[in-house]
């Protein structure tokens, strides 16, 4: 890999790398040069215009996130593609709230087109999750959202997860997904707003006009846009069983609990938590996936109109809001009698107040217990 460092003066300095839980894993002698001055008029959309500081041999390293010294986090791949769980770095999302070289997706105006090549930081609602899955007794690779797009990146996997807040894809990354799935591979989502919007990449770029009337260079199904409007063609739910439309936001207008209620105290995703129907479940959750619910007399179910699956359960659920109150949900589905299994929580903070919060050790006794279920294949229905 190219390394490129950003430095005040010229001059020699020991370079150490680190794993994502700050273990130092090696050293490298490095020759640092002051760097070009940052152009925030351009540099958001044409990268940043460093001179390379070194190359650096990756093939000793195990599949993983690492980083240099305070630079940007980097994903290693498994060429060899033998592990039995897949996490999914989320790229695209951290490319579009990037405002380094004067630009992101949130700015006014936006940047349309966001290079890949400037400075990232570590997403903070993935974090925690990221620091426990490696000390965790799994056998474990790691991909960023780029490599959904070629399917044999993913085929070979008996579980893959998405976690943080996994917001924006591509379509040929939701396809190569979807078809893993419907192929028989089983999927675990700790993460909400989970596939809100559409892009596509250009070189180096991450194309997103949040618009899809901005957007008109392209056929009308590519345009980089929210999957939830009809011109799009593609449900959101009908890849990951919820949507962030019938979810939305919890900490910030929660008329809920700030967290699941649970109302399937049998599942055995709940096995060694002691969680009985009623309780709730602490993940306050700043955005949120949910679905349509069915409330009959003490049963609170999916609403099967919303979601047609071969198989569906609701583990938990919460009320939110988004322009009306909503109801964030914690599912596990089968979309056909051959395909594999879902399990989704439905919240970007899973792995952020989940993980650190005050329910933190059954936040990760039912992530464990997803794992474990997804690579047994055991019956959750």
């Not at 056929?219 to 939305?248: C, H, M, V, W």
Request: glycine share 6%; net charge neutral; aromatic share 12%.
């Amino acid at each position: 890999m190219e390394v490129y460092l950003a430095s005040e003066s010229d001059y020699e300095k020991s370079i150490k790398l680190f794993d994502i839980n700050g273990a130092e894993i090696d050293r490298i002698k490095a020759q640092l040069t002051k760097q070009p001055k940052i152009d925030n008029k351009t540099w958001y959309e044409i990268g940043y215009q460093y001179k390379k500081t070194f190359d650096f041999n990756t093939s000793k390293l195990k599949s993983g996130i690492y980083y240099f010294e305070s630079s940007s986090p980097f994903v290693i791949k498994n060429p060899k593609r033998k592990n039995d769980i897949l996490v999914v770095y989320p790229s695209n999302t951290v490319n579009a709230y990037n405002k380094n070289g004067g630009r992101s997706t949130y700015t006014k105006p936006i940047g349309v087109k966001l290079s890949r090549r400037r400075p990232t930081e570590l997403m903070r609602q993935g974090l925690e999750f990221w620091k426990w899955i490696p000390d965790q007794d799994y056998n474990v690779d790691y991909i960023a959202d780029e490599d959904l797009d070629d399917y044999k990146n993913i085929k070979a996997y008996k579980v893959i997860i998405i976690s943080g807040h996994n917001e924006y894809w591509t379509r040929l990354g939701r396809r190569n997904f979807d078809k893993y799935i419907n192929e028989g591979g089983n999927a675990l989502i700790l993460s909400g707003n989970t596939m809100w919007k559409q892009v596509r990449y250009e070189d180096d770029k991450v194309i997103c006009y949040n618009k899809y009337h901005n957007d008109s260079l392209v056929q009308d199904t590519l345009r980089t846009s929210n999957y939830a409007i009809k011109q799009l063609n593609y449900p959101i739910e009908s890849s990951i069983g919820l949507n962030f439309t019938k979810g939305g936001y919890g900490i910030q207008e929660d008329n809920g609990w700030d967290g699941y209620k649970i109302v399937r105290e049998e599942s055995i995703l709940l096995e060694n938590t002691n969680l009985s129907n009623g309780e709730i479940l602490s993940v306050p959750s700043e955005e949120c996936d949910g679905a349509d619910l069915i409330f009959e007399n003490d049963k609170v179910i999916l609403d099967t109109n919303f979601i047609k699956f071969y198989r569906q359960k609701l583990i938990g659920y919460d009320k939110g809001f988004r322009i009306k109150e909503t109801n964030p949900a914690f599912i596990v589905f089968q979309k056909t009698k051959n395909s594999g299994v879902v399990i989704n929580v439905g919240s970007n903070t899973w792995c952020l107040h989940g993980f650190e919060g005050k329910d933190e050790q059954l936040v990760k006794q039912i992530t464990t217990n997803c794992i474990n279920a997804l690579l047994k294949n055991k019956d959750l229905f």
